[in-house]
Structure formats: C-alpha cells, structure tokens
C-alpha cells in the first residue's frame, strides 16, 4: 500500500491526508435536522448525521487529495451505530479511489494485538471461510508497550501488504513528559530517538519499492525533532499530525521531506472538515461545508508547495 500512496501523492501533487474527525458541533444543523427526523435523537441519529456528513465531504475532496484518515473514538464514542458509520466511511472512501489510514492508536501484547491487527488490516478466521473486518490501508500503532505490541502488526502487513505508522513523537503539548525523557543507557538522547531508531530497524524489514510500509508519526509542532527523526528513519514516511489547527504551517514541514519532495504525508482534519466555521471560508456556509472543505485542501496543498520549493 506505501506504494499506491506514493504514487497518489505524485498524481494529485497534494502529500495530504484529510482527518475524518467528526463532532457533532462540526456537523450542519440541516443533515442533524434530516438525520433525527428519521431516526431521533438517538445514536443511531447521530451516526446517521456524521456518515452524512463524511460522505458529502468526501465527494467534494477525493479528487484532490490522496488519502484520508478517519480517527476511531470519534465514532466510538456514539456505541455500535458509530462503528458502523466508521465502516461506512472507510467503504465509501475506498470505493472513491482514497487510500485509508485507520488512526487507531493500538498498542497491547500478544493475542490481543494480533486481534488488533487482524480486525483492522487483515483477515479475521469464521470457520472455513475468513474475512476482512474494517479492512484501513494503514494504520496507527503504539510502540511504548515495545516490540510486543508491534510485532502482529508486521505480520499482518507483511501478508497484506499494508502499513503502519508508529508513534514517535507526536503534536500534543504534553508529550515531552515522556517522550523527551533522556535516556542514559542510549548516550542521554531523548527517548523519541530511541523508537524512531526501533522503527528504521522494522522498517529496514518491510520494504516497498523506495520506501517502507513501516513509517512514523511525528507532529508538526516540533520541527526541529522532525528534522532529526528525518535523518534516523530515511525510509519511513512519516505522517505528520498538527498542520492548521494545533499551529502547524507549511513552513514547519519541510523537514518532514527528503530531497525527492516524498517522505512524509500531513493531516488536517478539523481545518478541512470544519472549515466552514473559519472566518476564511464563512462565506460557502453551513450548506457550502463541503465546498468549503475542498478550498481549505487546496489552500493546504499550496500552502505546503510553496514551503518546499522554497526550502
């Protein structure tokens, strides 16, 4: 899959990946008006409005963009209905031609990882007959469990040919608590080195054709570490999360980047799906979200070529 990915990133010149993020303060009171007249206020309501909701925007940026990265909770958080809207979403966006990142944030040991990697990229045994359960491109991987909780999901991308991204050093602010941490047995270097050199060496066993199906989570909001982290995992790209809302400019990114202008894929979600509220974009309106959803994209995606042309 790291190979479809690179090269939807070259067709459509945009190495962006659109966070399907939905909230309901998000979601336009006319699909909720629509969604609980059919079926109340109710969860299967408020699924009902946010598969709406993903749906129209994906109609108006799957050209565009190359992937999209739906993060679990926000439908977990809405029982059932909500899965079955994840599901919805991750079937409709295959079925447009956008490569899907799974942000799951898995990180456990043993049977139960492999269950993960099983349920979310590979084929889960009914009897004689197996099946694929909600069948992401990718997805996102926590390492701080150690190479136990990593290991199924090699295996599985290894059958599959699919991918992971693994946490390294990610956008919140709190995240230097521990992730900063020096580590004394590794020459005092902050502990994000230390995985980012465990995630070369999964990577260095998982080649595509230029690039790994192993790659890194790094945020926006540290670019100076980016820069390093670039230099330890040649091979991975590296998904970057913090671009727009949590302060993230092209400017930060071009780090992120090898010299061949590939390397890494940054996410926006509430910037994009949201976009409609930003004094920006007001203009298209709650009924123009997912036009406004298109124009932020393509304002992300100059943003960041400029950035890059310009390094």
């Given at each position: 899959?790291?190979?479809?990915?690179?090269?939807k990133i070259?067709?459509t010149?945009?190495?962006?990946?659109?966070?399907?993020?939905?909230?309901?303060?998000?979601?336009?009171?006319h699909?909720?008006?629509?969604?609980f007249?059919?079926?109340?206020?109710?969860?299967?309501?408020?699924?009902?409005?946010?598969?709406?909701?993903?749906?129209?925007?994906?109609?108006?940026?799957?050209?565009?963009?190359?992937?999209?990265?739906?993060?679990?909770?926000?439908?977990?958080?809405f029982?059932?209905?909500?899965?079955?809207?994840?599901?919805?979403?991750?079937?409709?966006?295959?079925?447009?031609?956008?490569?899907?990142?799974?942000?799951?944030?898995?990180?456990?040991?043993?049977?139960?990882?492999?269950?993960?990697?099983?349920g979310h990229?590979?084929?889960?045994h009914?009897?004689?007959?197996?099946?694929y359960?909600f069948?992401?491109d990718?997805?996102?991987?926590?390492?701080?469990?150690?190479?136990?909780?990593?290991?199924?999901?090699?295996?599985?991308?290894?059958?599959?040919?699919?991918?992971i991204?693994?946490l390294?050093?990610?956008s919140?602010?709190?995240?230097?608590?521990?992730?900063?941490?020096l580590?004394?047995?590794?020459?005092?270097?902050?502990?994000?080195?230390?995985?980012g050199?465990?995630?070369?060496?999964?990577?260095?066993g998982?080649?595509?054709?230029s690039?790994s199906?192993v790659?890194?989570?790094?945020?926006?909001?540290?670019?100076?570490?980016?820069k390093?982290?670039?230099?330890?995992?040649p091979?991975?790209?590296?998904?970057?999360?913090?671009?727009g809302?949590?302060?993230?400019?092209?400017?930060?990114l071009v780090?992120f980047f090898?010299e061949?202008g590939?390397?890494?894929?940054?996410?926006?979600?509430?910037?994009?799906?949201?976009a409609y509220?930003?004094?920006?974009?007001?203009?298209?309106?709650?009924e123009?979200?997912?036009?406004?959803a298109?124009?932020?994209?393509?304002?992300?995606r100059?943003?960041?070529?400029?950035?890059?042309?310009?390094?």
């Amino acid at each position: 899959m790291i190979n479809q990915l690179i090269s939807k990133i070259k067709k459509t010149g945009a190495p962006i990946v659109v966070g399907l993020d939905p909230m309901m303060k998000f979601v336009p009171e006319h699909i909720q008006r629509k969604a609980f007249a059919e079926y109340g206020e109710t969860l299967e309501g408020a699924a009902e409005a946010i598969w709406q909701y993903n749906k129209e925007i994906v109609e108006h940026i799957y050209d565009i963009v190359p992937a999209v990265k739906p993060q679990i909770a926000m439908y977990e958080q809405f029982g059932i209905p909500g899965l079955m809207a994840f599901k919805k979403t991750i079937d409709y966006c295959k079925e447009k031609g956008l490569m899907v990142i799974g942000d799951i944030k898995r990180g456990d040991i043993g049977s139960t990882s492999e269950a993960y990697a099983v349920g979310h990229l590979g084929k889960v045994h009914v009897g004689s007959k197996s099946f694929y359960g909600f069948d992401e491109d990718f997805a996102t991987v926590n390492p701080y469990l150690g190479s136990d909780g990593v290991k199924p999901f090699l295996k599985v991308c290894q059958e599959e040919k699919k991918g992971i991204f693994v946490l390294v050093k990610t956008s919140n602010p709190s995240s230097g608590e521990l992730q900063d941490r020096l580590i004394a047995d590794a020459g005092n270097r902050p502990l994000y080195e230390v995985v980012g050199e465990q995630v070369n060496e999964w990577a260095a066993g998982l080649m595509g054709e230029s690039y790994s199906y192993v790659g890194a989570v790094v945020g926006a909001t540290y670019p100076e570490m980016g820069k390093t982290l670039r230099k330890i995992m040649p091979k991975s790209y590296i998904l970057v999360p913090g671009y727009g809302a949590q302060g993230g400019k092209g400017k930060d990114l071009v780090h992120f980047f090898n010299e061949d202008g590939l390397g890494a894929v940054v996410n926006s979600s509430r910037g994009i799906i949201a976009a409609y509220q930003q004094e920006k974009y007001a203009s298209f309106g709650p009924e123009g979200f997912g036009e406004a959803a298109r124009a932020a994209a393509e304002d992300m995606r100059e943003d960041i070529r400029q950035a890059l042309e310009s390094r």
